[in-house]
């Protein structure tokens, strides 16, 4: 199976900019997804393959990478981005990250 | 409006059985492939089931295979998930989730919670 590595947890001021990062275990080509979920809630996605907006989500949230290394960016992040965010793949079966902890400070 | 509504949640005894559903509307459900993934509590994200549109393939997680089974009734729009010999390492929010042609799954329900425990 294809393993995603993404860092456990991050904490950032409203206003920063915040990358979070996935690095999988063999190459996925673009087929990397991205997706918050908040306490309590479903997951919602935010990113697919790689770099696209899914529908309704704001453009403060972008997505880069191929291959193996791949980066969510939110820019500006606000206080209401307090989530747990999973990266996904979707080239080699179907695996997800262990999600990384956004706390807003 | 895109809507995946899950039902069947409860608490059963390890060794036994249960069944979940997931209605869908707003969307052609017979057209896409569907998913059951799962998250234990204060857990990441674990996919488990996948089957086509037609039914013509069903794929599962290894932690699964064997135990548990996915189908769907295009008829009714509902998808299901039948599990056996349930571990209390089953003990999770079970979600189903529509998946879109390039992977992602753009859906998903809101979730039931499944307690496998003496």
């Known amino acids: 199976d294809t393993v995603l590595t993404q860092s456990p947890a991050l904490a950032v001021s409203p206003g920063e900019r915040v990358s979070i990062s996935c690095r999988a275990s063999?190459?996925?080509?673009?087929?990397m997804h991205w997706y918050q979920q908040k306490p309590g809630q479903q997951p919602k996605l935010l990113i697919y393959?790689?770099?696209n907006l899914a529908s309704g989500v704001p453009a403060r949230f972008s997505g880069s990478g191929s291959g193996t290394d791949f980066t969510l960016t939110i820019d500006p992040v606000e206080a209401d981005d307090t989530a747990t965010y999973f990266c996904?793949?979707?080239?080699?079966?179907?695996?997800f990250g262990s999600g990384t902890k956004l706390e807003i400070k | 409006e895109v809507q995946l509504v899950e039902s069947g949640e409860g608490l059963v005894q390890p060794g036994s059985s249960m069944k979940l559903s997931c209605v869908a509307s707003?969307?052609?459900?017979?057209?896409?492939?569907m998913n059951w993934i799962r998250q234990a509590p204060k857990k990441g994200l674990e996919w488990i089931a996948l089957?086509?549109?037609?039914?013509?393939?069903?794929y599962y997680a290894d932690s699964v295979k064997g135990r548990f089974t996915i189908s769907r009734d295009n008829s009714k729009n509902t998808l299901y998930l039948e599990m056996n010999s349930l571990r209390s390492e089953d003990t999770a929010m079970y979600y189903c989730?529509?998946?879109?042609?390039?992977?992602?799954?753009?859906?998903w329900g809101q979730g039931v919670m499944v307690t496998v425990s003496s």
């Open positions: 063999e190459g996925v080509n673009s087929y």
């Open positions: 707003g969307f052609t459900f017979s057209n896409y492939g």
């Open positions: 996904q793949q979707s080239w080699n079966d179907l695996t």
């Open positions: 089957i086509y549109y037609d039914s013509s393939s069903k």
């Open positions: 989730a529509k998946l879109n042609y390039s992977g992602p799954f753009d859906y």
């Open positions: 393959k790689a770099s």
